[in-house]
């Protein structure tokens, strides 16, 4: 799914929102009708009012019928009381009252199709689970520890503020499990999310776990499960090398999505706690060299001292 398809699911959904919505409203129509014969007086005498009204073009009548409209209505509302329900029971109400639930309004995106873009984003993207995790959440103490780590968040926070336009397209992480790297991927992940980009992101286990289940579907099947990986706008791959490797499926696919993305001009951003010379070894030539370009990638290094470890240690 790209982010044009993300936008119009999202309008559908609110399409389909309303139209629930105004059969609710119909329904709750009928029950009143049905319950209470006062209420179906009431509600003809208030649309033959409105009738009148309109026509009106008297300043004096005008005031006379408004008047009768609004005793109408509050009649209306002791007679839905008694039967349990309230005037928002039977109105047709958008939720949002600045766009009418068309999600634009004068050609400007509204700001409550914005925000459940942004829902849909972080569902699609599988890091709802770390929503809070930001660079103002990043631990000063920790990164000071550690002038690799510390390195690597200024420089992601830059390309991430520069973004489309950085040096550089893709960022790699290389280091020893523990030095912060996924923390770090989150906050990255949350940032582009907040800029209404489209992201997914992954660990490698379940890129491949995806990738090795799309192989086994139908051309078709295989094509919308795999095009997330290529179409969306940041792609963020955690862990590499933590995955079982199936050298013909993974690697191609790998090979395949990468070359793809570079292709289209679109960034990756990964982690793993191999070195460049395991990267190689494990994933042949033609992955590595695209991770390894500098002409592209921004590579860093962020082995060390483990700071989980430090962690605990400093707390004994
Ligand atoms: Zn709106």
Known sequence: MNKSAIIQKVLSEFYQRNLDNELKVENNIQLARRKSP???????QLRLLNFELAKCDNKIKHKQ?????DDIKKQIEIELEKINLTENDIVVKPHCPLCNDLGFKDNVMCNCLRKAINKKLLEISGIKK??????KDSDENVLNKSKNLKKAYEKSWEFINKFPNSKVKNLVFLGDVGVGKTFLLECIANEFINKDYFVIYT???NFSNAVINALTKSDYERETLLSPFIDCDILI????????LMKNLTVNCLFNILNE???KNKTYIISTNLDLEQLNERYGNRVFSRLSNQRTNACFKLNGSDLRINA????K
Not at 65 to 69: A, N, V
Not at 130 to 135: D, I, P, V
Not at 237 to 244: F, K, W
């Open 312 to 315: 605990t240690k400093n707390k």
């Open 38 to 44: 006062e209420f179906f007086k009431l509600e003809k």
């Open 65 to 69: 019928i408004e008047k009768q409209i």
């Open 261 to 263: 993305r570079e292709r």
């Open 203 to 205: 660990t490698a286990f």
């Open 130 to 135: 770390f929503e809070g995790h930001t660079f």
């Open 237 to 244: 791959i955690d862990d590499l090398g933590s995955e079982p």
